[in-house]
């Protein structure tokens, strides 16, 4: 085969794997909601409070009005019985590439990093791919909310907390900015003496020089009026509201090292930080209460990083920071060949309570936690009156991987839970009538 012969082979299958997977998915987004629902009969979950049996609640405009044994509805009120069922707010992945990326080995479909180490200017949510077919098959199981969050580089840029279905960026979006995420550098000597600074060293006094420039943009920003010369920058303006303590960081980091030198620079800055990832957190809790620090765990379902740990390190994670007194929610990897996968976010936090995490504690790390870390806990994460009507009715426990999500409201609109797996289960099952191949039942 000639090389011009290889190049066309290539280019060909490339176009192709892109073709298919940015075909436009058949559904269409929900329209607002239009009158009022009321779902009654099931138990609900509140999950900030007690469980109601026999329950009613009742949402109109995406707003909860009303949730109890006994709720006036209003005239026009769509009464939908859900006897037998239960009902839960939506799922949280608090972190995800979801919306960024649509088939990692695909160049041409990712675009969640920047080039460069300093991006503070890139945001998640103007990149966010409403058309995504991962989107679809992720709040099939429950996950109707997600932070996007941009990778790569020492400061990555700005995340969004994304409604998972809608026409734009702009109506998915929650909350955005939801806040700026620095990695922070490997904290891992060199292992040959050398008399050069090392290289995390470098990144480090980078990433502390790049937070001095932006405080200094905003000083001069204030005071545009007076200086005459002051110039409007995309990069540094992306970062004001992270130093005048408007939106948290979000710091990348999993060993003790990394986590101590990451809270010592945030209490320097007097940044209001988050730790994203943790894997050492347990070993410095109280570090880690001292300063306030929540904890977002990037998945249970791992190996340990260290050959002489217990094979459950990652597994009791969760349950060793809940008795600790540290606050945390559980949250997807946020690597893009995982992002597929978000859809597993309840059995990551299962598994954390099968390694002796509380069960209503599991529950919370996906749902109410999450909305507290981002700074979305007003409007989702749990069932209350005021709140959006975001929600799930399932006929069991989420965590459960047999439970089958039956209904997913997002701000009180219906949302199709069929999904491309979907399709393809009702294709084949036509397969098999079609050449009468007998199938086994499900139990």
Known sequence: MNKRTYILQFLAIYWVLIAFSLQASNQVPAPPQDHPIALTGGTIYTVSGETIENGTILFEDGKITAIGTTVDLPEGTEVIDISGKRVYPSLIDANTVLGLVEVASVRATRDYSETGDITPEAHAGTAFNPDSELLPVTRANGIALAMSVPTGGLISGTSALMMLDGWTWEEMALKTPAGLHVRWPSMVPPKKPSKETPRYLKNIEKIKTTFAQARAYAAAAKNASEQSTHESSARWEAMIPVVEGKIPVFVHANSIRQIQAAVSWAAAEKLKMILVGGYDAWRVTDLLKTYDIPVIITGTHKLPRRRWEAYNTPFSLPKKLHDAGVKFCIGGSGFAFSTAHTRNLPYHAATAAAHGLPAMEALKAVTLYPAEIIGAAERVGSLESGKDAT?????????????????????????????RHTDLYEKYQEKYRQKNIPQQESE
Request: proline share 3%.
């Open 391 to 419: 929600l799930i009715v399932t006929n069991g426990d989420p965590l459960e991987i047999m439970t089958q999500i039956e209904s997913v409201y997002i701000q009180g609109r219906k949302i199709d839970v069929s999904s």
